[in-house]
């Protein structure tokens, strides 16, 4: 009776300390997949009066009704010899006059002159140049700057956007589409030419890279809404991925709320989202009590088709192995106890090489990399190159990770190292 209530015991207590909540710090702001690619253009208007049109009718037909925005005071613009102005788009500040859009005045637009551009933005979106502080500077011979702007209803909120030029003689062919396309679709506003506007690029997406005894992962939340804050249900989204790699935006999910509050599978564990920090410094994170997740290959079942290259580019599929079983491992060459990994992948292939096919899936490597490890270390078994698309197929979500598949493609173990392999097959074979 007594070892069942000490068995109990244990039992309760390592649910509770399953279900204890964790908090992750965000220590920094990164980019993900799109904002390296992004192509998003401040366009550059002239200045011609105290009243300018609103952006929000960019590309629509212009109604005689519309409500042009009125300037109340622009900003010392000493130094300036020609002025122009844009639109940030911003929701943190927004109020009855105006929204949706910050408007900014920009001295010495005209980068034929060489003169230090002056960027004055009205943070606080009550159309008043002159309580917004000192304008940021780019000189003729810096390529960006990076704005940082707060939401007027949080303190210590900061949303941060680069400002780019754009290159001088590239993609010409492109800048004659882009002037076009903004010359038509400006209404009344003067559109100063494509070489003297700015690529936009948002860094609001704040993440870090999480990892406890069990378990790693990066965590990231994206600020969808432009607001400066991070945790609004149904709108800002939520990123979990493998450990120090590229946040994929086609990966993010919607953070909820209630009963149907975010969750997301990992290492084939179910955690919950419990809280977010609104200025997106902290995320709160539960392991759940229910083990059932779906996020895995099942035992018995056949394995997903996959076909892949070696680091020569010669290319191999699983089916072409179907005769034999397979030990299949995917890591990388920076992975602590790869050493020891390698020595039971040498022994799994020296010894039962004719009843089972080794393949290193790499992920994360260069080809290049790949064919020095192999000749170097004197490889004689597969090095695939994996990529996200079978990584997904199988879970991958942390490395390394390895199968043991049987004749016919048939699972028979999952998250089965090269030791247990090796172990296994002198058992059995």
Not at 368 to 395: A, D, H, L, T, V
């Given at each position: 009776m007594r070892k069942l209530f000490v068995a109990i015991s244990i039992f309760y207590s390592s649910l509770i300390w399953a279900q204890k909540p964790f908090r992750v710090n965000l220590n920094s702001k990164v980019e993900d997949d799109k904002l390296k690619k992004t192509q998003a253009i401040i366009p550059v208007y002239k200045y011609t009066g105290m009243s300018i049109e609103p952006y929000s009718n960019f590309g629509a037909e212009i109604s005689k009704n519309t409500k042009w925005i009125g300037l109340k005071k622009l900003p010392d613009m000493f130094g300036c010899v020609d002025t122009a102005y844009s639109f940030i788009y911003f929701s943190g500040a927004?109020?009855?006059?105006?929204?949706g859009y910050l408007i900014a005045i920009i001295g010495n637009y005209n980068r034929m002159s060489r003169r230090t551009v002056h960027f004055f933005i009205d943070k606080?979106?009550?159309?008043?140049?002159?309580?917004?502080?000192?304008?940021?500077?780019?000189?003729?011979?810096?390529?960006?700057?990076?704005?940082n702007l707060q939401n007027s209803k949080v303190a210590g909120s900061d949303y941060e956007i680069?400002?780019?030029?754009?290159?001088?003689?590239?993609?010409?062919?492109?800048?004659?589409?882009?002037?076009?396309?903004?010359?038509?679709?400006?209404?009344?506003?003067?559109?100063?030419?494509?070489?003297?506007?700015?690529?936009?690029?948002?860094?609001?997406?704040?993440?870090?890279?999480?990892?406890?005894?069990?378990?790693?992962?990066?965590?990231?939340i994206k600020d969808m809404n432009v607001n400066s804050l991070y945790n609004d249900y149904g709108t800002d989204m939520i990123y979990i991925g493998p450990y120090k790699q590229s946040i994929i935006s086609e990966d993010l999910i919607e953070y909820k709320k209630g009963k149907n509050k975010t969750s997301f599978e990992w290492n084939e564990k179910k955690?919950?989202?419990?809280?977010?920090?609104?200025?997106?410094?902290?995320?709160?994170?539960?392991?759940?009590?229910n083990k059932k997740t779906y996020k895995k290959l099942k035992i018995c079942r056949k394995v997903p088709k996959i076909s892949f290259v070696n680091e020569m580019s010669v290319k191999y599929s699983l089916k072409q192995f179907r005769r034999k079983h397979i030990y299949l491992y995917f890591f990388n060459d920076d992975l602590p106890g790869l050493?020891?990994?390698?020595?039971?992948?040498?022994?799994?292939?020296?010894?039962?090489?004719?009843?089972?096919?080794?393949?290193?899936?790499n992920y994360g490597d260069?080809?290049?990399?790949?064919?020095?490890?192999?000749?170097?270390?004197?490889?004689?078994?597969?090095?695939?190159?994996?990529?996200?698309?079978?990584?997904?197929?199988?879970?991958?979500e942390?490395?390394?990770?390895?199968?043991?598949?049987?004749?016919?493609?048939?699972?028979?173990?999952?998250?089965?190292?090269?030791k247990m392999m090796y172990e296994k097959a002198v058992i059995k074979f």
């Open positions: 927004d109020n009855a006059e105006n929204s606080n979106n009550n159309l008043d140049f002159s309580d917004d502080g000192l304008p940021y500077l780019i000189p003729f011979e810096k390529d960006s700057i990076i704005v680069k400002f780019s030029r754009i290159v001088f003689g590239k993609n010409l062919a492109y800048k004659d589409l882009l002037n076009e396309h903004y010359q038509k679709h400006s209404g009344k506003k003067v559109f100063t030419k494509i070489n003297n506007c700015f690529r936009e690029q948002r860094y609001n997406l704040c993440s870090a890279n999480y990892r406890s005894l069990n378990d790693s992962f990066t965590v990231g955690f919950y989202i419990l809280a977010i920090d609104p200025l997106g410094k902290w995320i709160d994170i539960q392991e759940a009590a050493e020891e990994d390698t020595f039971y992948l040498r022994k799994i292939h020296n010894e039962f090489g004719n009843k089972i096919q080794v393949i290193g899936m260069e080809p290049r990399s790949m064919r020095f490890f192999q000749q170097y270390y004197k490889i004689p078994w597969i090095i695939g190159m994996s990529n996200r698309e079978i990584n997904k197929k199988f879970y991958i942390n490395l390394p990770k390895g199968f043991w598949i049987g004749k016919h493609r048939r699972l028979k173990e999952r998250n089965y190292t090269p």
